[in-house]
C-alpha cells in the first residue's frame, strides 16, 4: 500500500502580504525560506531542521509601514499548511513536547492537536527585549496566529534563569522546541487505527 504524502502548497494572497510555499511534514528538515523579516526567516529555518519537516517559503510584505501583518499572515499560511496536509489525523500522535537550551534560557513547548487552537506563553525576564525591530510582542502574535490556524493547543514556557539572554536566544530555545514537540506530535503510531480523539474526529 503506498504511503500518502502529507504535503500542503502554500498560497495566500492579501493586499499586505504575498506567500508561496511547499511543505512535507514527512522530511528530512530541509528548508529554504526567503522573508523580509531575518531574524523570523532563521527561526522558521531551525524550526524546519528540529522538526524533520521540508518547508520552502517566499514571501512578500509592506514591512516598509512595518512588520506586523507579514510576521501574522507567515503564522496564519504556515499554520494552514500544516493543517491541511494532515488531513483527517489519522493515526498521528496527537500530543508532543519539545525542550530546548541554550546557554541561561530553557525553551519548552508542549501541544496537542486537537482542533482547538489555543496558546499560552510564561515567560521569565523577557517581554521587553528586541532583536532588529522584532520584539517578544511579536513571537507572541506568530505563535497565536500559528496556533488557531493548525488548531493546536499550544504552551509554551520560558526560562531566562539570569534574565540576561538575548531576544535572538531566546527565540531559537522556542523554534527548536516548537520543532520538535510538532514532529512528535505529528508522526503516526502504527498502534492507532483511526483519529487519536474519543469523539472519532479532530476539526
Excluded at 511534514?25 to 527561526?43: E, F, N, R, V, Y
Excluded at 518547508?55 to 506586523?68: A, M, Y
Excluded at 488557531?148 to 499550544?154: E, W
Amino acid at each position: 500500500m503506498t504511503k500518502k504524502l502529507r504535503t500542503a502548497v502554500i498560497d495566500r494572497k492579501s493586499k499586505e502580504t504575498q506567500i508561496k510555499g511547499t511543505l512535507n511534514i514527512d522530511g528530512q528538515g530541509k528548508a529554504k525560506i526567503k522573508t523580509p523579516i531575518g531574524l523570523l526567516s532563521h527561526m522558521l529555518e531551525l524550526f524546519t531542521f528540529h522538526g524533520f519537516f521540508d518547508l520552502t517559503l517566499e514571501v512578500k510584505g509592506d514591512t516598509h509601514i512595518d512588520i506586523h501583518h507579514t510576521n501574522e499572515d507567515i503564522g496564519i499560511a504556515l499554520g494552514k499548511a500544516f493543517k491541511q496536509a494532515l488531513g483527517e489525523k489519522t493515526g498521528i500522535r496527537r500530543f508532543g513536547a519539545g525542550f530546548a537550551p541554550m546557554e541561561d534560557v530553557l525553551g519548552q513547548t508542549v501541544l496537542d492537536i486537537s482542533g482547538r487552537g489555543h496558546l499560552y506563553i510564561t515567560a521569565l525576564g523577557v517581554h521587553f527585549l528586541k532583536d532588529e525591530g522584532y520584539t517578544f510582542d511579536h513571537l507572541q502574535h506568530f505563535l497565536d496566529s500559528f496556533a488557531k490556524q493548525i488548531g493546536a493547543n499550544i504552551i509554551v514556557t520560558i526560562n531566562n534563569h539570569t534574565q540576561s539572554a538575548d531576544l535572538h536566544t531566546i527565540m531559537e530555545t522556542v523554534f527548536k522546541s516548537l520543532g520538535m514537540a510538532l514532529d512528535q506530535a505529528t508522526q503516526v503510531d502504527p498502534r492507532r487505527k483511526g483519529v487519536p480523539s474519543t469523539k472519532g474526529l479532530i476539526d
